[in-house]
């Protein structure tokens, strides 16, 4: 079984402050990540994925995420953060073959204090 | 450029009524679809998904059914809701699986009272 872990409910911080959103997993093969962010009242939107290769992947609006074996983690980042950055950001998992299923993450709600 | 369109943005539905919830993808043939379910401030939990017309598999009961009658629709719906069918319902589309990212649909908001 799969199973995608965000340990953090709710993250505050400052405008201009570094961010670093917390993702662990569980999956027996390899895993395709990704961080997907919803704003409030609307739809989510991808914002960057881990497949294979470099272990640090650039996304949309300024993200990074750096993919860790050795402690099954896909944190997220960005410096510095913007009031614009309040949103709640899920992590998913994607196991491969034939299983189309996609795990989310219970998410992370980002509050960017100005 | 694809777009994806859901239908209605929002329902109010009587406990033991019937529910039909529908999406639309241009610009795009053969994608793979899925639905999805999110409680208020909660998680996404994948519904269903589908790889090509009249094939819908389900990942977790909910009292829930859909269909693909086309390739570029996807259809929810269920005979009697129940008051935990409330939340917000997406539709999605990916190219391919195997690491191809979803793109989400604006969201259906449902009200079960």
């Known amino acids: 079984a799969q199973s995608v872990d965000q340990p953090d409910a709710h993250v505050t911080l400052s405008e201009g402050a570094s961010l670093e959103l917390r993702c662990s997993y569980s999956?027996?093969?390899?895993?395709?990540l990704f961080w997907y962010v919803q704003y409030p009242g609307q739809s989510l939107q991808f914002l960057l994925k881990?497949?294979?290769?470099?272990?640090v992947v650039k996304g949309t609006k300024g993200f990074e995420a750096e993919f860790r074996k050795s402690n099954s983690s896909f944190n997220l980042k960005k410096s510095p953060a913007h009031w614009s950055d309040s949103a709640k950001y899920f992590c998913?998992?994607?196991?491969?073959?034939?299983?189309?299923?996609?795990?989310f993450g219970k998410g992370t709600l980002l509050t960017v204090t100005p | 450029a694809q777009t994806i369109h859901q239908w209605p943005v929002a329902e109010i539905k009587a406990v033991g009524s019937p529910l039909s919830l529908g999406c639309t993808i241009k610009?795009?043939?053969?994608?793979?679809l899925y639905w999805y379910w999110q409680a208020t401030g909660g998680t996404l939990q994948q519904l269903f998904y589908?790889?090509?017309?009249?094939?819908v598999e389900s990942v977790v009961q909910l009292n829930l059914s859909a269909s693909r009658p086309k390739d570029d629709q996807f259809i929810l719906s269920t005979e009697k809701l129940l008051l935990s069918h409330s939340g917000f319902y997406l539709c999605?589309?990916?190219?391919?699986?195997?690491?191809?990212?979803?793109?989400f649909g604006p969201g259906t908001r449902l009200t079960v009272l």
């Open positions: 589908s790889i090509t017309v009249g094939q």
């Open positions: 998913a998992l994607e196991s491969g073959g034939s299983n189309y299923k996609l795990t």
């Open positions: 999956y027996s093969a390899a895993p395709y």
């Open positions: 999605a589309w990916s190219p391919l699986t195997g690491g191809y990212e979803q793109y």
């Open positions: 881990y497949i294979t290769g470099d272990t």
């Open positions: 610009g795009k043939s053969s994608p793979n």
